[in-house]
């Protein structure tokens, strides 16, 4: 009896496969082939997420943020993300803030910046500490004032290496590996 049973299964799911050869749907030549995109040549200038936070501390308007407008900026960007004003941000909270300040939940800095103790919510000096810890980490010139240039990163466009040519040595990779470590 289990024999039959598998013998009509077998049977019905080949029947079923012939049928649907026909209905399987394709895309023509012009639909397979994916649009040209020009090859970018240079260097790309992106805006880091915490960019679009840090530029909106500017109060005066001169394109350079101090760390006393970045202090004032953090506290009322703790007051804005703590929607039921409890003195703590739940981690819901943090990242409708997150969506809201670095446009993804994908941005840096993450959840796991912000609660330090893992309680699953962010205190107010927690908030804080991870926002100022990321003004000093863009602060490149130690000068306690980001510039605008500051939030900006250059990247450079990978480029496919010639086969002609000869390979790196380990001790020249190993410089390359570090001088791309170093823009991080």
Request: proline share 4%; glycine share 4%; charged share 30%.
């Amino acid at each position: 009896m289990r024999g039959l049973l598998i013998i009509v299964l077998v049977l019905l799911s080949v029947s079923a496969l012939a049928l649907g050869q026909d209905a399987i749907e394709t895309l023509d030549q012009q639909e397979q082939e994916l649009p040209s995109i020009p090859h970018v040549q240079g260097p790309i200038t992106v805006i880091r997420p915490a960019a679009l936070v840090f530029a909106g501390f500017d109060q005066d308007g001169d394109y350079v943020v101090s760390q006393s407008e970045a202090k004032v900026g953090v506290q009322d960007t703790f007051s804005r993300a703590d929607k039921d004003n409890n003195g703590r941000v739940s981690l819901f909270e943090l990242e409708d803030w997150r969506v809201a300040a670095l446009g993804s939940l994908d941005a840096l800095p993450g959840n796991l910046s912000f609660d330090i103790d893992y309680d699953n919510q962010v205190s107010r000096p927690e908030f804080e500490a991870a926002l100022m810890k990321l003004f000093k980490r863009h602060d490149t010139d130690d000068s306690e004032t980001l510039k605008h240039a500051e939030l900006m990163q250059v990247l450079e466009v990978p480029r496919r290496k010639d086969p002609t040519k000869e390979k790196l040595s380990d001790r020249e990779c190993a410089e390359q590996i570090q001088r791309n470590r170093s823009r991080f």
